[in-house]
Nanobody, 124 residues
Framework: QVTLVESGGDLVQPGGSLRLSCAVS????????IGWFRQAPGKEREGVSC????????SYADSVKGRFTISRDNAKNTVYLEMNSLTPEDTAVYYC?????????????????WGQGTQVTVSS
């Protein structure tokens, strides 16, 4: 059974940082794509970043480039999203997702498994 569990969401002040984790079980991360998506109230789900666990290639949404960094630890079967310089516009539920195809994509259709999400709130 494949499961993805996100953690690390929290309430943080503008300008602050958070690191989200996505722990994957049920298969070994060696030839997949892992993505981070977010959904704010009243808005559509948005692809934030993704990484290929085969070659480490990455992609970022324009809204987070230069502020967010995605990384992987294949030995721990975990993918991370380091988020810096957070703004209230980053407030959302953040989801990680896994796809069998190792090619990077921010299109949610490329993903087969989803986690339950973790809440990130940026507010003073």
């Amino acid at each position: 059974q494949v499961t993805l569990v996100e953690s690390g969401g929290d309430l943080v002040q503008p300008g602050g940082s958070l690191r989200l984790s996505c722990a994957v079980s049920g298969f070994t991360l060696n030839y997949h794509v892992i993505g981070w998506f977010r959904q704010a109230p009243g808005k559509e789900r948005e692809g934030v970043s993704c990484i290929s666990t085969s070659d480490g290639s990455t992609s970022y949404a324009d809204s987070v480039k230069g502020r967010f960094t995605i990384s992987r630890d294949n030995a721990k079967n975990t993918v991370y999203l380091e988020m810096n310089s957070l703004t209230p516009e980053d407030t959302a539920v953040y989801y990680c997702a896994a796809g069998w195809n190792p090619y990077i994509s921010l299109n949610s259709n490329a993903y087969d498994y989803w986690g339950q999400g973790t809440q990130v709130t940026v507010s003073s």
